[in-house]
């Protein structure tokens, strides 16, 4: 199995990732900077702007789901046999219940360190570590935001926070990407080969 580029995915997956983020901090800014400018524009077609972002969202997950499958399948086609993880089960584990809290995590930091050339794949590193946690956080400040109903004060705060936490994430997530994509970038190359054996 050749190894694939990820130029392509890697666009497409930070060009989501930053589209994205931009709904929450704009409906953060503009309730309190330009609040009846908010209540005129904004507020009829809330609706249909947290529909788009759902769909971005969606289509967001599919692609960053490939771009993790594929970076996956090039450690394997360079023949790095010690992974623990195989290029399908580091999108999967998303979906397992409470083992979605840490096993994410370690196949991304597996991947993390096996683009980048670094031994054993389960040290830790810094930026991995980070984005997880900002993808938790997220998490429960999206919970948080769910459970408000119609509680002002509690959805707002929780309205600051999801801006705050999804721009973090956003962030975090294009780091990450961009660093596993440099990694990988060397991987077709014949004398590496020995590298990672």
Same mark, same amino acid.
């Given at each position: 199995?050749? =190894?694939?580029?990820? #130029? ?7 060009? @989501? !990732? %930053?589209? /994205?983020?931009?709904?929450?901090? *704009? ?9 009846e400018w ?23 997950? =599919?692609?960053?789901? #490939?771009?993790i499958y594929?970076?996956?399948?090039? @450690? !394997? %086609?360079? /023949?790095?046999?010690?992974?623990? *993880? ?56 999206a919970q ?54």
């Open positions: 199995m050749p =190894v694939r580029s990820l #130029r392509i995915l890697t666009f497409f997956v930070v060009a @989501l !990732v %930053a589209i /994205g983020a931009i709904w929450a901090p *704009f409906v953060a800014l503009t309730v309190t900077l330009a609040p908010f209540a005129v524009h904004v507020s009829p077609v809330a609706q249909i702007g947290d529909g788009c972002e759902l769909v971005v969202r969606l289509v967001t997950f =599919v692609v960053f789901g #490939r771009w594929v970076a996956g399948s090039n @450690l !394997v %086609a360079v /023949g790095m046999e010690e992974l623990e *993880f195989t290029p399908a089960a580091r999108i999967w584990w998303f979906a397992v219940p409470f083992a979605n809290f840490f096993k994410p995590y370690q196949g991304m930091l597996e991947l993390w360190n096996a683009s980048r050339g670094t031994w054993p794949h389960n040290q830790t590193a810094p930026l991995p570590a980070v984005w997880w946690a900002c993808w938790l956080i997220y998490g429960v400040i948080v935001l769910r459970l408000a109903g119609d509680d002002r004060s509690m959805a707002f705060t929780a309205l600051y926070g999801s801006a705050i936490a999804g721009t973090a994430l956003a962030a975090t997530a294009i780091a990450l990407v961009l660093g596993i994509a440099r990694g990988q970038s060397a991987l077709g190359q014949e004398d590496l080969s020995a590298v990672f054996a």
